[in-house]
């Protein structure tokens, strides 16, 4: 897939978190049925266009076709109401934590300003850790019975979650001497404004 491509299907990703993260919001403050058919219709064709997409690459991201496949399971269970309101919330977080990701990895492809880029890789690794490590680890402690559910396929996301937000805080780390220039660059034009 060349650049052009990447940078489209991100764009394509990016998307499918924000109009999720919206209708989901919505949804869990005012269930409605056209809402949650939104929520289904629009997410399960996102999730197997992107896997067909994914199956049609040299190199197959078998954890990433879990996901999707873990993630299409979790939808119908929501659609037919299956534990419906503990996987809106689940996914509302999942998808709102996907959107600084996008955002990044645009950056990346199409900024030149390393600074803009760098503040952004931090801010959604702590956004990410926050959403997927943080919350879903303390929701997961409060609902211990999902393991005895068929929705204990939740936990591979959750493991899928955790090897990305170490993937991101090592991102972070080997930009950590770049990212401590620009701050010392920073400062000291703040104190010569002063």
Known sequence: MNTGDKI???????????IISCLSSIYLYSPNVIIKNLIFFISST???YDTKLLLNR???DYPIIY??????FLLFAFYIDYYGEVLIYLYT????????LFMTYHLKKTSPNMNLILSSNVI???FYGYIRIYCFTDFLIKNTHLIYTPLVSLLGIYIIGWVWFITL??????ERITIRYI???VRDKLLNLI
């Open 8 to 18: 489209k299907n991100n764009l394509i990703k990016l998307s499918h978190s924000i």
């Open 46 to 48: 996102y999730f197997y």
């Open 58 to 60: 040299n190199k197959i």
């Open 67 to 72: 996901h999707h496949i873990g993630a299409l």
């Open 93 to 100: 977080l999942a998808e709102l934590s996907n959107i600084p």
């Open 124 to 126: 959604q690794t702590i």
């Open 169 to 174: 805080c090592n991102q972070v780390l080997d």
């Open 183 to 185: 701050m010392i660059d």
